[in-house]
Nanobody, 126 residues
Framework: QVRLAESGGGSVQTGGSLTLSCAHS????????MAWFRRVPGKGREAVAT???????NYADSVKGRFTIVKGNAGSTLTLHMNDLKPEDTGMYSC????????????????????WGQGTQVTVSS
């Protein structure tokens, strides 16, 4: 059973920073993709950033240049560094994973991801 657990959410003002972490149990995949999603009030779930098994990353246009997704050296933690936060970044952030070398394109959404964490709330006030 794969387990994912997010932490690091909180409340900040516009322009602030937060770092989210996703601790996960050992995967049985030989290769895997990991991603951060967020669920925004009034909208569906949207992909924020992905990192594939080679370490290649992809970001939503709305967060490019502000967010950085990183795999831990030990391979057991996924991190999302968020800088210059805006009110529109408010949402429930969840990490997810799927087997395979590559990640789905961001526009393809969340259906291919197999395991999810419970999420951590990020609130950005103006």
């Amino acid at each position: 059973q794969v387990r994912l657990a997010e932490s690091g959410g909180g409340s900040v003002q516009t322009g602030g920073s937060l770092t989210l972490s996703c601790a996960h149990s050992r995967f049985t995949y030989s290769a895997y993709c990991m991603a951060w999603f967020r669920r925004v009030p009034g909208k569906g779930r949207e992909a924020v950033a992905t990192i594939d098994d080679t370490g290649a990353t992809n970001y939503a246009d709305s967060v490019k240049g502000r967010f950085t997704i990183v795999k831990g050296n030990a391979g057991s933690t996924l991190t999302l560094h968020m800088n210059d936060l805006k009110p529109e970044d408010t949402g429930m952030y969840s990490c997810a994973t799927k087997g395979g070398m590559w990640c789905p394109q961001l526009f393809m959404g969340s259906s291919e991801y197999e395991y999810w964490g419970q999420g951590t709330q990020v609130t950005v006030s103006s």
